[in-house]
């Protein structure tokens, strides 16, 4: 089966830096589009990043300058560093892919939360 399994949240100062993982098993990661999204407690969630299979990168206005999505193909993992953090940065982030099985939904991981302390 498909999982995607995020890692590297955790609780930093306003100004802070952490890098977020996730490590993507059951299908040929090389060929597939990545995103991280955000969600806030009550909140839509939102798209922070994308990274194409051709690496190109798309960001969210709220999150350019500050944070990098990148991917590393030999490890089947896509990376998001996200430098000078903001109260407002707070949330669950997610990594997932669109299926390519029509009909089938997007695959997600469990989330990890990043608390950046006010």
């Known amino acids: 089966q498909v999982q995607l399994v995020e890692s590297g949240g955790g609780l930093v100062q306003p100004g802070g830096s952490l890098r977020l993982s996730c490590a993507v098993s059951?299908?040929?990661?090389?060929?597939?589009?990545m995103r991280w999204s955000l969600q806030a407690p009550g909140k839509q969630r939102e798209l922070v990043a994308t990274?194409?299979?051709?690496?190109?990168?798309t960001y969210a206005d709220s999150v350019k300058g500050r944070f990098t999505i990148s991917r590393d193909n030999a490890k089947n993992t896509v990376y998001l560093q996200m430098n000078s953090l903001k109260p407002e940065d707070t949330a669950i982030y997610y990594c997932n892919t669109r299926s390519k099985v029509l009909g089938s939904a997007d695959y997600w991981g469990q989330g990890t939360q990043v608390t950046v302390s006010s």
């Open positions: 990274i194409g299979s051709s690496d190109s990168t």
């Open positions: 059951g299908l040929t990661f090389s060929t597939y589009a």
